[in-house]
Protein backbone atom coordinates (compact mmCIF):
# COMPACT_ATOMS: atom_id res chain seq x y z
CA UNK A 1 0.00 0.00 0.00
CA UNK A 2 1.39 3.67 -1.31
CA UNK A 3 1.56 6.64 1.22
CA UNK A 4 0.93 9.54 1.04
CA UNK A 5 1.93 12.62 3.65
CA UNK A 6 -0.47 15.66 3.50
CA UNK A 7 0.46 18.90 4.46
CA UNK A 8 -2.36 20.62 5.53
CA UNK A 9 -3.85 23.46 7.61
CA UNK A 10 -7.36 22.75 7.51
CA UNK A 11 -8.71 20.15 9.14
CA UNK A 12 -11.62 20.17 6.70
CA UNK A 13 -9.79 19.61 3.98
CA UNK A 14 -7.28 17.05 6.17
CA UNK A 15 -10.70 15.07 6.36
CA UNK A 16 -11.37 15.30 2.79
CA UNK A 17 -8.66 14.46 1.11
CA UNK A 18 -8.59 11.33 3.94
CA UNK A 19 -11.28 10.20 2.70
CA UNK A 20 -10.65 10.42 -0.88
CA UNK A 21 -7.64 8.80 -0.82
CA UNK A 22 -8.76 6.07 1.34
CA UNK A 23 -10.73 4.76 -0.82
CA UNK A 24 -8.76 4.57 -3.43
CA UNK A 25 -6.73 2.43 -1.27
CA UNK A 26 -3.68 4.89 -0.29
CA UNK A 27 -2.34 4.81 3.45
CA UNK A 28 -2.77 8.64 4.24
CA UNK A 29 -0.87 10.36 6.80
CA UNK A 30 -2.35 14.07 7.65
CA UNK A 31 -0.62 17.16 9.46
CA UNK A 32 -0.64 20.72 9.85
CA UNK A 33 2.45 22.35 9.36
CA UNK A 34 5.84 21.90 7.88
CA UNK A 35 7.64 20.85 11.32
CA UNK A 36 5.57 17.91 11.80
CA UNK A 37 5.91 16.64 8.51
CA UNK A 38 9.72 16.11 8.33
CA UNK A 39 10.16 13.53 11.07
CA UNK A 40 7.98 11.21 8.34
CA UNK A 41 9.96 12.31 5.52
CA UNK A 42 13.43 11.80 7.22
CA UNK A 43 12.05 8.23 8.19
CA UNK A 44 11.13 7.32 4.16
CA UNK A 45 7.67 6.71 5.57
CA UNK A 46 6.16 8.34 2.30
CA UNK A 47 5.81 7.48 -1.53
CA UNK A 48 3.90 11.30 -2.08
CA UNK A 49 3.16 14.64 -0.52
CA UNK A 50 0.10 16.89 -0.96
CA UNK A 51 1.44 20.17 -0.11
CA UNK A 52 -0.18 23.16 0.85
CA UNK A 53 0.99 26.55 -0.32
CA UNK A 54 -0.24 28.54 2.49
CA UNK A 55 0.74 27.06 6.12
CA UNK A 56 1.60 28.91 9.39
CA UNK A 57 5.10 28.84 10.52
CA UNK A 58 7.03 27.84 7.58
CA UNK A 59 5.43 28.27 4.34
CA UNK A 60 4.74 25.89 1.08
CA UNK A 61 7.76 26.65 -0.71
CA UNK A 62 10.34 26.91 1.71
CA UNK A 63 8.79 23.18 3.30
CA UNK A 64 9.50 22.45 -0.92
CA UNK A 65 13.34 23.74 -0.60
CA UNK A 66 13.65 21.27 2.29
CA UNK A 67 12.12 18.11 0.85
CA UNK A 68 14.34 18.76 -1.83
CA UNK A 69 17.31 18.49 0.24
CA UNK A 70 15.94 15.32 2.22
CA UNK A 71 14.82 13.16 -1.04
CA UNK A 72 15.09 14.77 -4.17
CA UNK A 73 12.78 11.69 -5.35
CA UNK A 74 9.71 12.00 -3.59
CA UNK A 75 6.97 13.88 -6.04
CA UNK A 76 5.13 16.89 -4.38
CA UNK A 77 1.59 18.04 -5.75
CA UNK A 78 1.41 21.73 -4.83
CA UNK A 79 -2.28 22.05 -3.38
CA UNK A 80 -2.82 26.16 -4.40
CA UNK A 81 -6.14 28.68 -4.55
CA UNK A 82 -6.75 29.53 -8.23
CA UNK A 83 -4.73 33.43 -7.13
CA UNK A 84 -1.51 31.28 -6.54
CA UNK A 85 -0.95 29.91 -9.78
CA UNK A 86 1.79 31.89 -10.96
CA UNK A 87 3.69 30.96 -7.42
CA UNK A 88 2.49 27.23 -8.16
CA UNK A 89 4.23 27.94 -11.21
CA UNK A 90 7.76 28.80 -9.06
CA UNK A 91 7.22 25.74 -6.87
CA UNK A 92 7.41 23.24 -10.06
CA UNK A 93 10.57 25.14 -11.06
CA UNK A 94 11.86 24.28 -7.47
CA UNK A 95 11.19 20.72 -8.02
CA UNK A 96 7.38 20.20 -7.70
CA UNK A 97 5.68 17.27 -9.77
CA UNK A 98 2.63 18.97 -10.32
CA UNK A 99 0.04 21.45 -8.99
CA UNK A 100 -3.81 21.40 -8.38
CA UNK A 101 -6.00 24.52 -7.65
CA UNK A 102 -8.58 24.30 -5.44
CA UNK A 103 -11.50 23.30 -5.44
CA UNK A 104 -10.66 20.82 -7.19
CA UNK A 105 -12.35 17.75 -8.89
CA UNK A 106 -11.44 14.33 -7.09
CA UNK A 107 -11.01 12.54 -10.41
CA UNK A 108 -8.40 14.42 -11.83
CA UNK A 109 -6.21 14.94 -8.23
CA UNK A 110 -6.08 10.78 -8.00
CA UNK A 111 -5.43 10.68 -11.96
CA UNK A 112 -2.06 13.21 -11.07
CA UNK A 113 -1.20 11.39 -7.87
CA UNK A 114 -0.91 8.19 -9.78
CA UNK A 115 0.87 9.42 -12.66
CA UNK A 116 3.24 11.05 -10.28
CA UNK A 117 3.58 7.03 -8.57
CA UNK A 118 4.13 5.68 -11.79
CA UNK A 119 6.68 8.57 -12.65
CA UNK A 120 8.52 7.65 -9.27
CA UNK A 121 8.04 4.00 -9.74
CA UNK A 122 9.90 4.01 -13.02
CA UNK A 123 12.65 6.57 -11.55
CA UNK A 124 13.54 3.90 -8.70
CA UNK A 125 13.39 0.99 -11.46
CA UNK A 126 15.98 2.98 -13.75
CA UNK A 127 18.19 3.60 -10.91
CA UNK A 128 18.01 0.03 -9.53
CA UNK A 129 19.15 -1.49 -13.38
CA UNK A 130 21.86 1.54 -13.86
CA UNK A 131 23.46 0.66 -10.28
CA UNK A 132 23.06 -3.23 -10.98
CA UNK A 133 24.87 -2.45 -14.46
CA UNK A 134 27.65 -0.11 -12.53
CA UNK A 135 27.88 -3.05 -9.86
CA UNK A 136 28.73 -5.72 -12.67
CA UNK A 137 31.12 -3.84 -14.84
CA UNK A 138 32.89 -2.80 -11.12
CA UNK A 139 32.51 -6.89 -10.46
CA UNK A 140 34.64 -7.49 -13.78
CA UNK A 141 36.94 -4.84 -13.36
CA UNK A 142 38.01 -6.70 -10.36
CA UNK A 143 38.81 -9.57 -11.89
CA UNK A 144 41.26 -8.84 -14.46
CA UNK A 145 41.61 -8.83 -17.93
CA UNK A 146 43.73 -11.68 -19.04
CA UNK A 147 43.00 -15.18 -20.89
CA UNK A 148 42.11 -17.27 -18.35
CA UNK A 149 39.81 -14.35 -16.69
CA UNK A 150 37.85 -14.21 -19.85
CA UNK A 151 37.46 -17.58 -20.33
CA UNK A 152 35.98 -17.93 -16.92
CA UNK A 153 33.21 -14.91 -17.24
CA UNK A 154 32.50 -16.57 -20.71
CA UNK A 155 31.63 -19.32 -18.42
CA UNK A 156 29.85 -17.20 -16.07
CA UNK A 157 27.78 -15.82 -18.48
CA UNK A 158 26.95 -19.44 -20.09
CA UNK A 159 25.64 -20.70 -16.84
CA UNK A 160 24.25 -18.08 -16.23
CA UNK A 161 20.34 -18.47 -17.77
CA UNK A 162 20.04 -21.25 -16.39
CA UNK A 163 18.75 -22.60 -12.90
CA UNK A 164 22.06 -25.08 -12.64
CA UNK A 165 23.90 -25.28 -9.40
CA UNK A 166 27.40 -24.17 -9.67
CA UNK A 167 30.29 -24.95 -7.79
CA UNK A 168 33.11 -22.71 -7.72
CA UNK A 169 36.71 -23.42 -6.02
CA UNK A 170 39.59 -21.30 -5.66
CA UNK A 171 41.81 -19.97 -3.44
CA UNK A 172 41.13 -17.36 -0.78
CA UNK A 173 40.83 -13.96 -2.59
CA UNK A 174 40.61 -14.72 -5.90
CA UNK A 175 37.31 -13.77 -6.84
CA UNK A 176 34.76 -16.59 -6.04
CA UNK A 177 32.13 -13.88 -4.40
CA UNK A 178 32.63 -11.69 -7.73
CA UNK A 179 31.86 -14.45 -10.26
CA UNK A 180 28.55 -15.48 -8.08
CA UNK A 181 27.53 -12.12 -8.37
CA UNK A 182 28.45 -11.83 -11.41
CA UNK A 183 26.16 -14.83 -12.63
CA UNK A 184 23.23 -13.52 -10.55
CA UNK A 185 23.19 -10.48 -11.98
CA UNK A 186 23.27 -12.25 -15.68
CA UNK A 187 20.19 -14.56 -14.80
CA UNK A 188 16.98 -14.27 -14.86
CA UNK A 189 17.20 -13.78 -10.88
CA UNK A 190 18.64 -11.12 -11.29
CA UNK A 191 15.60 -8.74 -10.06
CA UNK A 192 15.65 -11.25 -6.84
CA UNK A 193 17.62 -11.58 -4.16
CA UNK A 194 21.05 -12.18 -3.70
CA UNK A 195 22.09 -13.69 -0.17
CA UNK A 196 25.38 -14.76 0.55
CA UNK A 197 26.20 -16.90 4.05
CA UNK A 198 29.53 -17.54 5.38
CA UNK A 199 29.28 -21.02 6.20
CA UNK A 200 32.67 -21.25 8.06
CA UNK A 201 30.88 -18.42 10.25
CA UNK A 202 27.87 -19.85 12.30
CA UNK A 203 28.00 -21.73 14.77
CA UNK A 204 26.91 -25.68 14.29
CA UNK A 205 24.29 -25.21 16.91
CA UNK A 206 22.32 -22.67 14.97
CA UNK A 207 23.37 -23.58 11.64
CA UNK A 208 19.65 -24.95 11.33
CA UNK A 209 17.60 -22.11 12.70
CA UNK A 210 20.04 -19.80 10.47
CA UNK A 211 19.47 -21.71 6.84
CA UNK A 212 16.37 -22.49 7.51
CA UNK A 213 14.33 -19.79 10.20
CA UNK A 214 12.54 -20.75 13.33
CA UNK A 215 9.05 -20.45 14.57
CA UNK A 216 8.23 -18.57 17.93
CA UNK A 217 8.86 -20.52 21.10
CA UNK A 218 11.59 -22.95 19.37
CA UNK A 219 14.10 -22.27 21.56
CA UNK A 220 15.32 -20.27 24.96
CA UNK A 221 15.59 -16.65 23.13
CA UNK A 222 13.53 -17.29 19.92
CA UNK A 223 11.01 -14.36 21.00
CA UNK A 224 9.66 -14.06 17.65
CA UNK A 225 9.32 -16.17 14.63
CA UNK A 226 12.64 -15.92 11.87
CA UNK A 227 13.04 -16.43 8.19
CA UNK A 228 16.37 -17.87 7.59
CA UNK A 229 18.63 -17.41 5.14
CA UNK A 230 16.87 -19.87 1.99
CA UNK A 231 13.65 -18.53 2.68
CA UNK A 232 15.15 -14.91 2.24
CA UNK A 233 16.48 -15.84 -1.21
CA UNK A 234 13.52 -17.43 -2.06
CA UNK A 235 13.02 -16.61 -6.10
CA UNK A 236 16.65 -15.21 -6.12
CA UNK A 237 20.19 -16.96 -5.56
CA UNK A 238 21.98 -18.03 -2.29
CA UNK A 239 25.54 -18.38 -2.26
CA UNK A 240 26.94 -21.11 0.32
CA UNK A 241 30.18 -19.60 1.07
CA UNK A 242 32.96 -22.26 1.50
CA UNK A 243 30.72 -24.62 1.87
CA UNK A 244 33.10 -27.50 2.93
CA UNK A 245 33.77 -25.99 6.34
CA UNK A 246 29.85 -26.98 6.98
CA UNK A 247 29.25 -30.23 9.42
CA UNK A 248 28.16 -32.91 8.13
CA UNK A 249 24.54 -31.92 9.59
CA UNK A 250 24.33 -29.43 8.51
CA UNK A 251 25.28 -30.75 5.03
CA UNK A 252 22.31 -33.49 5.18
CA UNK A 253 19.96 -30.72 5.78
CA UNK A 254 20.68 -29.05 2.89
CA UNK A 255 21.18 -32.10 0.45
CA UNK A 256 17.47 -32.77 2.40
CA UNK A 257 15.96 -28.74 1.22
CA UNK A 258 17.91 -29.26 -2.62
CA UNK A 259 15.50 -32.48 -2.91
CA UNK A 260 12.63 -31.67 -1.53
CA UNK A 261 12.52 -28.04 -3.20
CA UNK A 262 11.10 -27.53 0.68
CA UNK A 263 11.94 -26.12 4.33
CA UNK A 264 10.91 -26.20 7.72
CA UNK A 265 11.22 -24.09 10.10
CA UNK A 266 13.08 -25.20 13.41
CA UNK A 267 10.20 -25.67 15.48
CA UNK A 268 7.64 -25.17 12.84
CA UNK A 269 5.53 -27.94 11.23
CA UNK A 270 3.98 -26.68 7.97
CA UNK A 271 6.98 -26.64 4.95
CA UNK A 272 7.65 -23.56 3.35
CA UNK A 273 8.01 -24.17 -0.70
CA UNK A 274 11.56 -23.37 -2.04
CA UNK A 275 12.54 -21.83 -5.47
CA UNK A 276 16.21 -20.70 -5.15
CA UNK A 277 19.26 -20.91 -6.73
CA UNK A 278 22.72 -22.44 -5.42
CA UNK A 279 25.75 -21.38 -5.72
CA UNK A 280 28.58 -23.11 -3.45
CA UNK A 281 32.14 -21.63 -3.55
CA UNK A 282 35.25 -23.34 -1.27
CA UNK A 283 39.10 -22.56 -1.13
CA UNK A 284 39.66 -26.14 -0.98
CA UNK A 285 39.70 -29.55 -3.79
CA UNK A 286 35.49 -29.76 -3.95
CA UNK A 287 36.69 -33.98 -4.84
CA UNK A 288 39.73 -34.45 -2.15
CA UNK A 289 37.66 -33.00 0.35
CA UNK A 290 34.51 -35.98 -0.72
CA UNK A 291 37.58 -38.40 -0.92
CA UNK A 292 38.52 -37.47 2.74
CA UNK A 293 35.36 -37.88 4.30
CA UNK A 294 34.91 -34.28 5.25
CA UNK A 295 31.99 -33.33 2.21
CA UNK A 296 29.11 -35.38 1.57
CA UNK A 297 29.17 -37.27 -2.23
CA UNK A 298 25.96 -37.13 -2.68
CA UNK A 299 25.63 -33.34 -1.59
CA UNK A 300 29.09 -32.99 -3.50
CA UNK A 301 27.11 -34.53 -6.67
CA UNK A 302 23.78 -32.35 -6.35
CA UNK A 303 26.25 -28.99 -6.82
CA UNK A 304 28.44 -29.86 -9.31
CA UNK A 305 25.92 -29.17 -12.18
CA UNK A 306 28.62 -26.61 -13.48
CA UNK A 307 31.86 -26.17 -12.36
CA UNK A 308 34.33 -23.36 -12.06
CA UNK A 309 38.08 -23.08 -11.02
CA UNK A 310 39.65 -19.88 -10.37
CA UNK A 311 43.13 -19.51 -11.13
CA UNK A 312 45.75 -17.88 -8.43
CA UNK A 313 46.82 -14.04 -9.13
CA UNK A 314 50.19 -16.30 -9.16
CA UNK A 315 48.66 -18.04 -12.53
CA UNK A 316 47.65 -14.78 -14.33
CA UNK A 317 50.89 -12.21 -13.54
CA UNK A 318 49.64 -9.95 -16.59
CA UNK A 319 46.49 -9.14 -14.48
CA UNK A 320 48.53 -7.32 -11.80
CA UNK A 321 49.20 -4.39 -13.36
CA UNK A 322 45.74 -4.13 -14.45
CA UNK A 323 44.00 -4.58 -11.35
CA UNK A 324 46.79 -2.41 -9.23
CA UNK A 325 45.64 0.50 -11.33
CA UNK A 326 41.99 -0.24 -10.76
CA UNK A 327 42.38 -0.30 -6.96
CA UNK A 328 44.30 2.46 -7.24
CA UNK A 329 41.39 4.44 -8.71
CA UNK A 330 39.14 3.52 -6.07
CA UNK A 331 41.24 4.22 -3.11
CA UNK A 332 42.11 7.43 -4.52
CA UNK A 333 38.32 8.23 -4.20
CA UNK A 334 37.81 6.57 -1.09
CA UNK A 335 40.50 8.46 0.88
CA UNK A 336 40.47 11.63 -1.10
CA UNK A 337 43.64 11.81 -2.63
CA UNK A 338 45.24 11.95 -6.08
CA UNK A 339 47.84 9.08 -6.38
CA UNK A 340 48.80 8.81 -9.63
CA UNK A 341 50.47 6.16 -10.98
CA UNK A 342 52.97 2.94 -9.65
CA UNK A 343 56.60 3.66 -10.12
CA UNK A 344 58.44 1.19 -12.28
CA UNK A 345 60.06 -0.32 -9.45
CA UNK A 346 56.60 -0.70 -7.61
CA UNK A 347 55.29 -2.43 -10.69
CA UNK A 348 58.47 -5.04 -10.19
CA UNK A 349 57.90 -5.76 -6.72
CA UNK A 350 54.59 -6.20 -7.26
CA UNK A 351 55.27 -8.79 -10.11
CA UNK A 352 57.60 -10.45 -8.15
CA UNK A 353 55.50 -10.94 -5.51
CA UNK A 354 53.42 -14.85 -4.65
CA UNK A 355 50.22 -13.09 -3.56
CA UNK A 356 48.74 -15.85 -1.57
CA UNK A 357 46.07 -13.50 -0.73
CA UNK A 358 45.12 -13.00 -4.25
CA UNK A 359 43.14 -10.37 -5.45
CA UNK A 360 42.22 -9.53 -2.03
CA UNK A 361 45.37 -8.75 -0.61
CA UNK A 362 46.46 -7.22 -3.47
CA UNK A 363 43.36 -4.52 -3.19
CA UNK A 364 44.18 -4.09 0.65
CA UNK A 365 47.77 -3.63 -0.07
CA UNK A 366 47.27 -0.50 -2.48
CA UNK A 367 44.51 0.71 -0.13
CA UNK A 368 47.62 1.30 1.83
CA UNK A 369 50.09 2.30 -0.28
CA UNK A 370 47.81 5.28 -1.21
CA UNK A 371 47.00 6.18 2.16
CA UNK A 372 50.80 6.09 2.78
CA UNK A 373 52.08 7.86 0.20
CA UNK A 374 52.11 11.80 0.39
CA UNK A 375 51.55 12.65 -3.23
CA UNK A 376 52.85 11.79 -7.00
CA UNK A 377 53.43 7.97 -7.36
CA UNK A 378 53.45 4.78 -5.23
CA UNK A 379 57.14 3.75 -5.01
CA UNK A 380 58.63 0.65 -4.46
CA UNK A 381 59.55 1.59 -1.04
CA UNK A 382 55.94 1.95 0.09
CA UNK A 383 55.17 -1.86 -0.60
CA UNK A 384 55.73 -4.01 2.27
CA UNK A 385 54.86 -7.87 1.36
CA UNK A 386 55.40 -11.12 2.96
CA UNK A 387 59.16 -12.30 2.51
CA UNK A 388 57.81 -15.62 2.46
CA UNK A 389 56.54 -15.44 -0.63
CA UNK A 390 59.25 -13.07 -2.45
CA UNK A 391 62.90 -13.25 -3.39
CA UNK A 392 63.91 -9.78 -1.27
CA UNK A 393 63.51 -8.83 2.32
CA UNK A 394 59.96 -8.29 3.91
CA UNK A 395 61.22 -5.26 5.04
CA UNK A 396 64.56 -3.59 3.36
CA UNK A 397 67.11 -1.91 6.18
CA UNK A 398 68.32 -0.20 3.13
CA UNK A 399 64.56 0.96 2.37
CA UNK A 400 64.19 3.09 5.62
CA UNK A 401 64.17 6.81 5.40
CA UNK A 402 63.45 9.38 7.63
CA UNK A 403 59.76 9.07 6.40
CA UNK A 404 59.54 5.64 7.69
CA UNK A 405 57.71 5.35 10.96
CA UNK A 406 58.80 2.80 13.89
CA UNK A 407 55.25 1.98 13.64
CA UNK A 408 55.19 0.93 9.84
CA UNK A 409 58.39 -1.24 10.84
CA UNK A 410 56.23 -3.38 13.45
CA UNK A 411 52.95 -3.23 11.69
CA UNK A 412 54.83 -4.78 8.78
CA UNK A 413 56.43 -7.02 10.90
CA UNK A 414 52.99 -8.59 12.33
CA UNK A 415 52.18 -8.67 8.98
CA UNK A 416 54.86 -11.09 8.19
CA UNK A 417 53.77 -13.40 11.12
CA UNK A 418 49.98 -13.34 10.76
CA UNK A 419 50.24 -14.38 7.12
CA UNK A 420 52.92 -17.16 7.87
CA UNK A 421 50.32 -18.10 11.19
CA UNK A 422 47.74 -18.38 8.29
CA UNK A 423 49.95 -20.27 5.81
CA UNK A 424 50.70 -22.85 8.27
CA UNK A 425 47.10 -23.40 9.21
CA UNK A 426 45.74 -23.65 6.00
CA UNK A 427 43.44 -20.65 6.05
CA UNK A 428 41.85 -21.70 9.21
CA UNK A 429 41.82 -18.31 10.95
CA UNK A 430 40.86 -19.81 14.63
CA UNK A 431 44.05 -22.28 14.15
CA UNK A 432 46.09 -19.39 13.39
CA UNK A 433 45.10 -17.21 16.01
CA UNK A 434 46.00 -20.46 18.49
CA UNK A 435 49.78 -20.54 16.43
CA UNK A 436 49.89 -16.69 17.46
CA UNK A 437 48.87 -16.93 21.32
CA UNK A 438 45.79 -15.59 20.78
CA UNK A 439 42.15 -15.42 20.37
CA UNK A 440 39.96 -15.10 17.03
CA UNK A 441 38.59 -11.53 17.61
CA UNK A 442 42.43 -10.19 18.27
CA UNK A 443 43.12 -11.68 15.19
CA UNK A 444 40.45 -10.21 13.07
CA UNK A 445 41.29 -6.73 14.99
CA UNK A 446 45.12 -7.05 14.05
CA UNK A 447 44.30 -8.07 10.12
CA UNK A 448 41.63 -5.32 9.59
CA UNK A 449 44.11 -2.37 11.71
CA UNK A 450 47.24 -4.44 9.04
CA UNK A 451 44.82 -4.31 5.79
CA UNK A 452 45.19 -8.25 5.54
CA UNK A 453 42.51 -9.63 4.26
CA UNK A 454 39.93 -11.43 6.18
Not at 42 to 59: C, E
Not at 418 to 439: E, P, R, S
Request: aromatic share 6%.
Amino acid sequence: MESILVIEDNKDMQFLLSNILNEEGFKVCCVGEGKNAFPVINKGATDLILLDMRLPGMNGMAILKKIGKIDKEIPVIMLTAYGEIKDAVKAMQLGAYDYITKPFVNEELILIIRKALKTRSLNKEVKSLRMKLNKKRIYEKELGESRAIKRILKQAELVAPTNMCVMIQGKSGTGKEVIANIIHHKSNRKSKPFIAVDCGAIPATLLESELFGYEKGAFTGANSTKKGKFEKANGGTILLDEITNLPFEGQASILRAIEERKINYVGGKKPVDLDVRIIATTNLDFLQEVKKGNFREDLYHRLNQFQINLPTLKERKEDIPVLAKEFLKEANLELGKNIKDFSVGAIRRLLNYDWPGNIRELKHMVKKAVLLTESGNITGRIIFLDSANQGDSIFNIEEINDKTSFDQIIGTIESDLILKAIKKAKGNKTKAAKLLNMNRKTLYRKMNILGIPL
